[in-house]
């Protein structure tokens, strides 16, 4: 086990609701990055929070959007669903430095849009 | 053109077979490389980092070639427990900030 946690593990919504994740990093990880994992495909990343603050996005539309708290555990929001943003959607934790380190992931939340 | 591609397969090979993925990436900046293994319904875990040098880790090996930003796994002496999706990551900077994933190579080991 990584010791990463996320909730729930599975959701279901329809087109145009708001949504919202959780995940719990690991014990003394400041650094939450999301990714959204389609079927058949690679995880895709979405954005990656440091202390609180938004470091780094990918390709998604603002719609998707999230928090870190004091605590660096995080949520990930998505607003008017999409039948499309239907996926596994995985959370990793991480320590910041200077060199790379291991991302550790969750195991997943799995979302779908009807 | 996607920034990091793998066949998607599936192998499917015997027990006891040598099996072999190969991955391109198109980011030249591209800094760190990675194997992640995805067992199906599961998260990704790290398998093995990748180096120039070439690295080991009992059955498996892998290897990177920058000037051809070609990466590459070897599984010698597959087992029934190596079925699983294969994931060839890059990271664009020395600090690990964004994981690029390939779409995955499905590896089925049969008896």
């Known amino acids: 086990e990584t010791g990463v946690t996320q909730s729930p593990t599975h959701l279901i919504k329809t087109r145009g609701q708001q949504v919202t994740l959780r995940c719990s990093s690991q014990?003394?990880?400041?650094?939450v990055s999301w990714y959204q994992q389609a079927l058949g495909q690679g995880p895709q990343f979405i954005f990656q929070?440091?202390?609180?603050?938004?470091?780094g996005r990918g390709n998604f539309p603002p719609r998707f959007s999230g928090l870190q708290f004091p605590n660096y555990s995080s949520e990930l929001n998505v607003n008017a669903l999409e039948l499309d943003d239907s996926a596994l959607y995985l959370c990793?934790?991480?320590?910041?430095?200077?060199?790379?380190?291991?991302?550790?992931f969750g195991p997943g939340t799995r979302l779908t849009v009807l | 053109r996607k920034e990091v591609e793998q066949d998607p397969g599936p192998f499917n090979v015997p027990e006891g077979a040598t099996v072999a993925f190969n991955c391109t990436y198109s980011?030249?900046?591209?800094?760190?490389f990675f194997w992640y293994r995805q067992d199906c319904r599961k998260e990704p875990k790290l398998l093995m980092s990748v180096y120039s040098s070439g690295n080991e880790d009992g059955r498996f090996t892998a290897q990177l070639n920058r000037a051809s930003q070609y990466i590459s796994l070897l599984i010698r002496d597959s087992k029934l427990s190596d079925s699983a999706t294969y994931l060839c990551v890059v990271t664009d900077t020395g600090g690990g900030n964004k994981l690029t994933f390939g779409t995955g190579t499905q590896l089925k080991v049969e008896l």
């Open positions: 929070y440091y202390r609180e603050e938004e470091n």
């Open positions: 014990s003394g990880h400041n650094t």
């Open positions: 980011n030249s900046a591209s800094q760190s």
């Open positions: 990793a934790s991480s320590l910041a430095s200077a060199s790379y380190n291991e991302q550790f």
